[in-house]
């Protein structure tokens, strides 16, 4: 009687599977159900935006800069007029920074609404998608009221925001944020006791801190796995030191302590959000910046928190129209690094979920 | 024991289910329904015409094109030899190029280019996105804008330079018609700053 004996097979996860939100290829090497190999293949969505805002005037680089990582584009815009405005020192007027810091943070609410609808359709739940897209569509249509547009903002400029808020926004958005607080409710009784996803989550990829600092990972996924690491509080950027909010954190570092820390920050995000809005003062919102804007030569690293970690940009300027070299960092680039790390000795279905709750979105790693 | 907790919070996610039950839908059925679009909306670049005489509002200074990330715009404008005017020709908008991002608007300084709310303008042919002057214009006549121009532009004709040696020098940069050497003009009054390149 012949032996019976098992082999290895490969296979391939993507790059157009469902649950790789973007092209993400994964090399499987599986034995049975198991994955006992994880190799990424990255560069399906390379746009060599570098190169692009390299052949841009700064003004330019901001719309490139909504497609770097577009679920919080404000942030990468953000950034990158941080960056300028170093670079050149401008001084950016006080209501600016105000209506920067509450589209920052409505845009990490309404990125971290993303995440609960397409991590648990991941997984499995459908109508959790539903909710989340309902909520964050709120978020949206401030956006397009205030810029124009509800994905690629380019609403934050070197100096100063685009253009004002519009009078019916802030009524609208205290009642968004009273939605979002109220359904938040209803999201946690969806999922959080439920026993199919504790199952499908409690102990699943589990992220030593230790391993994740080795790595490079910040943002929810390292605060998950209980460092408290927070570039808002750690080096202030804007003006996020005047601002009272905690920054949450949580012990196991599983898949579900990642889902419970980015429904912590949602709460804390709209008591900054509130707090921006009672404190909002008049005044100018754009500090004069000549259209040939042209800083001075040097360099300079800027760095902001975004939903997806620390996102940095270094710019090099030789004093022109043009930046001379654009390197951009983006957290979800170190976060597919670890994945092979915690995804190994899991079974396929697990695997998607360890790489839906560590909230990667492939243009930010690809660029 | 386990189990009787599983079995209640399962139905505790089917309670706020069942809660949307009686409601009605949020979303609405596109092609019959319409979404009313927000006045900032950033849809399709068109060219706005003069309320009064239905001349086009722009003059040719070329500020959109330069403005442009992704170099949507072209514009032929050359200058008139003799009166150092722009004369607008062509000004054609690749749609497929453009990225709504709104720069073209903020940089014009005639209330001439703006971005509708209109947003459906799919074609089968690549072809069909080279919107040309004619079909800009058309496309901007119904829509509303706030007219930011100065009104008589012919009266802030600046002095002419008394001391004509280096101060013309300074004003008209690119002086790329041989002829100008000669005799410096006067730059126009409805010419906008451009950078010295």
């Known amino acids: ?367 | 024991m386990k189990l009787l907790k599983d079995i209640k919070n399962l139905l505790i996610g089917m309670r706020i289910t069942g809660k949307h039950l009686g409601r009605h839908a949020i979303t609405i059925q596109y092609p019959e329904e319409r979404w009313e679009m927000p006045e900032r909306s950033r849809g399709i670049v068109v060219l706005l015409s003069d309320k009064e005489t239905g001349d086009l509002n722009c003059t040719g200074c070329l500020l959109c094109m330069k403005a442009c990330p992704s170099a949507a715009i072209f514009i032929d404008a050359p200058r008139d030899p003799e009166t150092k005017k722009r004369k607008l020709l062509t000004f054609t908008v690749d749609n497929a190029l453009c990225c709504f991002c709104g720069l073209c608007e903020e940089a014009c300084n005639f209330s001439a280019i703006k971005m509708a709310t209109m947003y459906e303008f799919s074609e089968p042919e690549k072809e069909g996105f080279l919107w040309d002057m004619k079909k800009l214009q058309e496309v901007g006549l119904d829509v509303d804008y706030i007219d930011t121009r100065k009104k008589k532009p012919a009266k802030k004709v600046p002095k002419p330079a008394t001391d004509s040696g280096t101060a013309t020098d300074k004003i008209v940069p690119d002086t790329l018609d041989s002829d100008a050497k000669q005799t410096p003009p006067a730059p126009e009054p409805d010419k906008p700053k451009e950078d010295g390149e």
């Open chain 1, 1 to 367: 009687m012949a032996e019976l004996r098992t082999e290895e097979f490969t296979v391939n996860m993507g790059p157009h599977h469902p649950s790789t939100h973007g092209v993400c290829r994964l090399i499987l090497t599986l034995s049975g159900e198991k994955v006992i190999k994880i190799v990424p293949v990255i560069g399906y969505l390379h746009r060599a935006l570098e190169k692009i805002c390299e052949n841009r005037t700064y003004a330019q680089c901001i719309p490139v800069m909504d497609r770097f990582e577009y679920v919080t584009a404000m942030s990468c815009e953000y950034l990158f007029s941080n960056a300028a405005e170093k670079l050149a020192e401008i001084e950016v007027p006080e209501r600016a920074e105000y209506l920067r810091v509450i589209m920052l943070e409505l845009n990490r609410i309404a990125s971290h609404l993303i995440f609960y609808g397409v991590t648990a359709m991941d997984i499995g739940a459908l109508t959790p998608f539903l909710y989340g897209l309902r909520e964050r569509e709120g978020i949206i249509d401030l956006f397009e009221m205030t810029c124009g547009q509800r994905l690629t903002y380019n609403y934050i400029r070197i100096g100063g925001v685009s253009k004002d808020i519009p009078p019916q926004f802030e009524p609208k958005c205290r009642e968004t944020i009273k939605t979002i607080r109220e359904k938040l409710n209803d999201y946690e009784g969806l999922l959080n006791e439920n026993p199919i996803w504790l199952v499908r989550n409690k102990g699943i990829g589990v992220l030593p801190a230790d391993l994740g600092i080795a790595y490079g990972v910040s943002g929810p996924v390292l605060r998950a796995s209980g460092v408290k690491y927070d570039i808002r509080k750690d080096d202030p950027y804007s003006i996020y030191d005047r601002f009272d909010f905690e920054i949450p954190t949580r012990e196991n570092g599983d898949c579900y302590d990642r889902y419970l820390l980015r429904l912590d920050e949602i709460k804390q995000s709209l008591n900054i959000v509130e707090q921006a809005l009672d404190a909002l003062p008049e005044g100018d919102i754009k500090a004069k910046v000549s259209p040939n804007f042209k800083p001075p030569a040097g360099e300079v690293y800027a760095r902001v928190e975004n939903s997806r970690g620390e996102l940095g940009v270094y710019i090099q300027s030789d004093g022109g129209k043009k930046p001379l070299r654009v390197k951009m960092r983006g957290g979800s680039f170190n976060q597919l690094q670890v994945l092979p790390e915690i995804g190994t000795d899991c079974l396929v279905a697990d695997l998607v979920a360890i790489f839906a709750s560590l909230d990667i979105i492939l243009p930010e790693v690809d660029r």
